[in-house]
């Protein structure tokens, strides 16, 4: 079974934030491609304060068409 388009985008912010990050904040934009089966998805950090990720996801079909976008603030809890 296919992860719902949230799920993957959450996965993404994580995996760029980092294992010692707890979210803060999530925001999740639906850009209307077909989601589903297919997709791929990529994370990374926009920027990092010592105890702060600001990190982006985006989830695209295999076709290269945008299906969302997430941003997401990250508290390092090791710090």
């Known amino acids: 079974m ?3 388009l949230t799920v993957q985008l959450e996965d993404a912010l994580r995996a760029a934030a980092g294992a010692d990050a707890a979210p803060v904040s ?3 934009d639906y850009a209307g ?6 997709l791929s998805t ?3 950090i926009e920027r990092a304060t010592r105890s702060l990720v600001f990190a982006q996801a985006e989830a695209r079909t295999a076709d290269g068409i945008l299906a969302g976008a ?4 990250f508290r390092r809890v090791n710090v």
């Not at 491609?33 to 297919?38: L, V």
């Not at 997430?70 to 603030?73: F, P």
């Open 2 to 4: 296919t992860q719902p």
């Open 26 to 28: 999530l925001t999740i």
């Open 33 to 38: 491609a077909a989601a589903g089966a297919g």
């Open 42 to 44: 990529r994370g990374w």
């Open 70 to 73: 997430a941003s997401g603030v």
